[in-house]
């Protein structure tokens, strides 16, 4: 389902990074960190207008040709991206979000992991595992 | 998490860092280490917590969430009294806090009470630290059992 996911840190340096084809990493690299000046935005408009968009979940952050990308911001601003490919039409919105739920939760459990030192890139191999697995939708 | 079990390991981790400072011999106790181990555990518990919120308005709605959900999370009990003046002091206070309520009330382990409080001050500065709060957490205890924290936010 997602072709690549990412973790963004508090000052927006990469935490975590993954994609189904490696040989289009620096691609989707590109395209993951555009997406931040969205966040940002979509970040600050939410301190302003107020109760709706108190929600981690971004929701589609831009569509580009042949990709989509949605965000999420957990409250200890950790931003996690999610890149879907534009031709797979039957994932909706809601199935999106429960990805990031479990993304979410998975960062939980490897901050808690004593191993893990706060704000260091991430290479555990079962996180690395439960991410693939939530990427292809299982 | 289990209360008994919590308390016990508490009182362990006090015992332990109490002992290892003797060896040093200081004149003042030494609770950095303790302080420091609060510090790490609020760090990754928060971000457990915080998972099912929303995104919290600004200073004030953060404080408030720490004493209530946050509290009853670790201490099953939410805190009896939140004061602010608006400016970066946050006075929190908890008429029963749980590490005291097994010593005796009134003065008589008044001297010991800092080793006790100074783990739940590093879990406070942790957390806030976490959700991008940066601040100095001191407690006071006037009265066993009741302890207020004060907390006083860095803005630069």
């Known amino acids: 389902m997602a072709v690549c996911a990412a973790i963004i840190g508090k000052d927006n340096s990469p935490k975590y990074f993954t994609c189904i084809n490696p040989d289009e990493e620096l691609g989707f690299q590109y395209k993951v960190l555009s997406s931040l000046d969205v966040v940002e935005e979509k970040l600050n408009n939410g301190t302003k207008s107020g109760s709706d968009s108190r929600e981690l979940y971004l929701g589609l952050l831009y569509s580009l040709e042949r990709h989509k990308i949605y965000g999420y911001v957990t409250n200890t601003k950790i931003k996690f991206i999610i890149v879907i490919d534009s031709t797979n039409t039957s994932l909706r919105d809601n199935e999106v979000r429960s990805m990031f739920r479990k993304l979410h939760s998975i960062y939980a459990d490897n901050v808690c992991n004593p191993f893990y030192i706060p704000d260091e890139p991430i290479n555990s191999k079962s996180f690395d595992k439960s991410v693939k697995n939530i990427m292809s939708g299982a | ?156």
């Open chain 2, 1 to 156: 998490m289990d209360d008994t079990l919590f308390e016990f390991i508490h009182s362990e981790i006090v015992n332990y860092v109490v002992d290892s400072n003797i060896r040093t011999k200081d004149e003042e106790e030494d609770l950095s280490n303790l302080e420091y181990i609060g510090f790490s555990v609020g760090y990754k518990i928060i971000e457990r917590l915080t998972r099912e919120m929303p995104r919290f308005k600004d200073e004030l709605d953060t404080m408030k969430f720490i004493c209530t959900d946050f509290w009853s999370a670790i201490y099953k009990k939410q805190m009896d009294n939140l004061r602010t003046n608006h400016q970066g002091v946050y006075v929190l206070q908890d008429n029963e806090f749980k590490f005291l309520t097994r010593m005796s009330n009134g003065k008589q382990y008044l001297d010991l009470a800092p080793r006790y409080v100074a783990f739940t001050c590093g879990v406070i500065r942790g957390s806030l630290a976490n959700l991008g709060i940066h601040c100095l957490v001191t407690a006071e205890v006037q009265n066993m059992p009741a302890c207020k924290f004060h907390i006083q936010v860095q803005r630069n």
